[in-house]
Structure formats: C-alpha cells, structure tokens
C-alpha cells in the first residue's frame, strides 16, 4: 500500500537520472538520501520520442532494494504490458489518458492486480479527460513538461491543473496523491506544493547534485 497519505510530502527521485552502469547502488544512494519512492520512467520509442527501460528494470530495482516503486508507463498501449510490470514488482502502476486504452479497464486491472493506480495527463491535456476517472485512482499524475526527456524546464502553465485537482478531490470527498514530474527542483516544488501537489519526482536536481541528502531535503522542505 502507499506508505504516506496525500497530505505528507513524498519525494521520489527518478532514475532516469541515476547512473545506469549502476543501477543498484543508485537506488541505495537514494534511499540513504532521503527519498521516500523511486519513480521509474518506462518509455517505448511511440508515445513519447525516447526509449528507456522495461519489466526487467524494474525487476532489477526491485530486486536489489526495498523501496516503492512508482512506474510511469509513458507507452501507447500500457493495457498490452500491464502484467509484465505488475510481475517485476511495481507497487504503483501509472498510465497516461492519452494512451490508446480502455482507461477505466486498465485502471480496473492495475488495482486487482494488487498494485495502486495512477493516471498521468500531459501539459496539453484538459483537466477534462481525468475527471471521469477520479474515483478510479490512488495518484492524479500533472506533468510539468513536455514528457520524454529528462531534464526540461519547468511549465509553470501547469499549477493551475493542480489546483483544479485539488478543488476536485475535495469537493468529491476523495483521497488521491498529486504528483509532479518535470523541472522539479526547491523552488519548482515549492510552487507545487503551495498549488496542492504533494508528490515530487526529481531527476537532474536530486540524482545529479553535489549531495543528493541535501537535494531532498531541501526539495521536502520547500
């Protein structure tokens, strides 16, 4: 289960950002830094224009390390590989709304399959197309770039989407995590979290800093 409520602050650094000659012993580093999750960035070469890892990355992950694992599937058809990431030991499962899938069933799945469910919508995306899912999911994923790349600038045009969701999970009376992915740094994070964001992926600014200890804690102490 998730080990923190939507009202505490959850880092989670990404490890597309850690060095892969070394996967496991980033995974320590990060643990030992502070991070409460490890978001994990699963691209196919079509949904978005970048190719990353797969199932046995995250087996990898999981395998050497004890820490929750928050995979984002950024693939065009998450419903087609779900099981594979369920078997390599996700304990979160997130899937786009643009992606060419029966949300609604996929969400259904990841849930059944023991797993908590996110759903993730792009900066271009209408608040619009997640609302019918909102009773549905464990974390409403607000992307604040452009996704595929890491590394980009923070999309400011963003919080107003995590202010939206937090009035909504309010006024439903529901308990999802907002999380953040993108340009995530002390300043950004800040920004977020006063928008209703509570869950912050890091890469470049936590993976990449002169000490990462000190990254997380100023990203959790924003």
């Not at 994990?40 to 050497?64: K, R, Y």
């Not at 969701?165 to 300043?187: C, M, Q, T």
Request: glycine content about 6%; overall charge negative; aromatic content about 6%.
């Amino acid at each position: 289960m998730i080990p923190k409520n939507f009202r505490d602050r959850v880092i989670a650094p990404s490890l597309l950002a850690a060095d892969f000659s070394c996967i496991g012993e980033e995974v320590s580093r990060a643990i030992r830094a502070g991070a409460d999750w490890m978001h994990l960035d699963v691209m196919d070469g079509h949904f978005v224009d970048n190719i990353s890892f797969g199932p046995a990355v995250v087996q990898t992950v999981h395998e050497s390390n004890d820490i929750y694992l928050d995979v984002h599937l950024m693939i065009s058809r998450p419903d087609h590989y779900l099981q594979r990431f369920v078997a390599a030991g996700s304990d979160m499962i997130t899937v786009h709304v643009e992606a060419d899938h029966d949300v609604a069933e996929t969400l259904r799945r990841i849930r059944e399959a023991g797993c908590e469910a996110g759903l993730a919508l792009n900066p271009a995306t209408p608040m619009s197309a997640v609302e019918p899912f909102l009773d549905q999911i464990d974390l409403l994923l607000c992307m604040t770039v452009v996704p595929g790349f890491g590394g980009q600038a923070f999309m400011p045009e963003v919080l107003e989407k995590i202010t939206t969701a937090a009035r909504w999970r309010e006024e439903k009376n529901l308990s999802f995590h907002i999380e953040v992915d993108g340009g995530i740094d002390a300043v950004t994070a800040a920004r977020c979290y006063t928008a209703g964001a509570n869950v912050m992926v890091a890469g470049s600014s936590t993976f990449r800093a002169p000490s990462m200890s000190d990254a997380v804690a100023e990203i959790r102490n924003a």
